[in-house]
């Protein structure tokens, strides 16, 4: 499906290991969002930018360190994770961050597992 | 603020049969609505949306919602489910005054069963 290609799409980690996921458009969108899926709680998001600047930053722990280098790429860093923060993380783009152009098309997520 | 209720956690349903997603919304303004579909291992797909004009909103897959401004409410239909259906449902809601936030319901567990 898509438009929106996140990589890996699974990965493994220890707590002290500092890893980055990826998250690319293809659909000429201006706005990408980190969303946190665990299991048994809503949609969490948690970053958001738009034209490149961050706009949302939902009290996120600093140990998860988002960039946007353009509006098609968006990277999620981390670092010293902790097991709970194992979740499915979702990468999501829409053609901007406001009301009706809110549609926003996921990509696959990356299953993450912190060990 | 906005916030969004799936009263259901599971819904189980036999093949072909009717089934109704419930969804209601709490927002002090105007909002758009939207129902997204996650198959498993998948990431969400939107299903349909209201933004605005006609109350009862056709989507893929045979389902379709009608929002209901009295009752605050955005239920999903479809009135015959088949096994590929089976997915998890989530209903959303965006204020129309306010820079994108999508808030998310909790989620509903469709599973069909033969």
């Known amino acids: 499906e898509t438009g929106v290609t996140q990589t890996p799409r699974h990965l493994v980690m220890g707590m002290t290991n500092k890893k980055s996921l990826k998250c690319e458009q293809h659909?000429?969108?201006?706005?990408m969002y980190w969303y946190k899926q665990s299991a048994k709680k809503p949609l969490e998001l948690m970053f958001v930018?738009?034209?490149?600047?961050?706009?949302e930053n939902n009290s996120v722990p600093s140990r998860f360190s988002p960039e946007c280098p353009n509006s098609s790429h968006l990277f999620l860093h981390l670092h010293t994770l902790q097991p709970e923060d194992s979740a499915l993380y979702l990468c999501?783009?829409?053609?901007?961050?406001?009301?009706?152009?809110?549609?926003?098309?996921f990509g696959p997520g990356t299953r993450l597992t912190v060990l | 603020a906005q916030s969004v209720t799936q009263l259901d956690s599971q819904v189980p349903v036999f093949e072909e049969a009717p089934v109704e997603l419930r969804c209601n919304y709490s927002s002090s303004v105007s909002v758009y609505l939207f129902w997204y579909v996650q198959y498993p291992n998948q990431g969400l797909q939107l299903l349909l949306k209201?933004?605005?004009?006609?109350?009862l909103v056709k989507g893929i897959n045979g389902f379709e919602a009608e929002f209901n401004k009295s009752q605050t409410s955005f239920h999903l239909r479809k009135p015959s489910v088949h096994i590929s259906d089976t997915a998890e449902y989530f209903c959303?809601?965006?204020?129309?005054?306010?820079?994108?936030?999508?808030?998310f319901g909790g989620g509903t567990r469709l599973m069909v069963k033969p």
């Open positions: 209201y933004l605005s004009g006609s109350t």
């Open positions: 930018y738009n034209f490149k600047e961050q706009t």
């Open positions: 999501a783009s829409s053609q901007e961050a406001s009301g009706s152009l809110n549609e926003q098309f």
């Open positions: 959303a809601v965006s204020e129309n005054n306010a820079g994108n936030m999508l808030t």
């Open positions: 659909l000429g969108h201006n706005a």
